[in-house]
């Protein structure tokens, strides 16, 4: 058995070359299933996940595909209809969500020792381009123009930020002033209150502003947590990604000695716990029916045909 993943854009076919009309041509996820059948004589599926499935706040759909040997599901008498049916039926039920749990259960608290020394070296961020209320002059982009003009407001430099507000929010040394104004675009000041989530490290027209779910955790993630006024630090990410750390060892007081990029680029790079080993579990389950005696469920051996890429875009939740 194989595991494998990869982004959505798997699925969709490559761009045409210059010039050619009308031609169809095989999705990269076609091909995969083609290449795997061939070269490794392995069946494969698709099935598509979010750690939403898993209740998880974080929106990062992703392709799994749980592969086969053909030569061994004929051991097992296992046809292939019978093994897709066996694997969406246990991914279903293991990631129907049963709704998201708070944002707030992931997010550290202020006197833990991760925030105190992401606090410690942010307050020690320079500042110098805010002396006197002067900072250097900002080419934007055409899009952040057309937002002035869309708001119908000039809020450019309208997230002010004091000394007082440098000493009690050390995380403010970290906003440049391009994430001061996109903040202030959605109206957000250091005494908003309720956790909003502003992700400020894509384009300006892709920053996102949720309540409840972030949306796709990368190796770029930034994101500014409103009521905590910081950034969602690289521990608080992995948690996200389900990879968690028992407090009776330490908890994530053991990830301290190393770099919040690190941990940030880590969670970004990472499978997520819950739909790795949630299909990982699908594949087990479904392949014990073969050991299971024929009167209590087992497919007659050689009963259905084998072939790649049955159902190959079948969503598991």
Known sequence: ???????????????????????????????????????????????????????????????????????????????????????????????????????????????????????????????????????????????????????????TRHFVVTEEDRDLFPAVNQLTWRNRDVLATKGITLKTKGLRVVELSQTFGRGFDKTKCIGCLTPSFKAWLTDYNRFILGAEALSMQGISYSEDAGGHSALVDYTDSFLLDLAGNAFHAGCCCGMLLSMFVSVGYGYLPVEVGRANKHSEPLYGGAHPHARGS
């Not at 490794?40 to 898993?54: K, M, N, Y």
Request: charged share 25%; glycine share 8%.
């Open 1 to 155: 058995m194989g595991l494998y993943e990869n982004v959505l854009g798997l699925k969709t076919p490559p761009k045409m070359p210059s010039g050619e009309k009308g031609a169809i041509e095989d999705s990269n996820l076609a091909v995969c299933f083609h290449q795997l059948r061939v070269a490794l004589g392995q069946v494969a599926f698709a099935f598509e996940l979010d750690p939403r499935c898993f209740a998880h706040p974080h929106s990062r759909p992703r392709i799994y595909m749980p592969s086969f040997e053909m030569a061994w599901l004929q051991e097992l008498g296992l046809g292939v209809e019978t093994l897709y049916k066996h694997l969406a039926t246990t991914i279903t039920k293991i990631s129907n969500g049963w709704g998201l749990v708070p944002m707030e259960k992931f997010l550290l608290d202020v006197d833990h020792p991760i925030v105190e020394v992401a606090m410690l070296a942010a307050s020690e961020k320079s500042h110098d381009d805010d002396e006197d209320g002067e900072a250097e002059e900002v080419a934007w982009a055409q899009k952040h123009h057309d937002m002035a003009k869309k708001t119908g407001d000039d809020w």
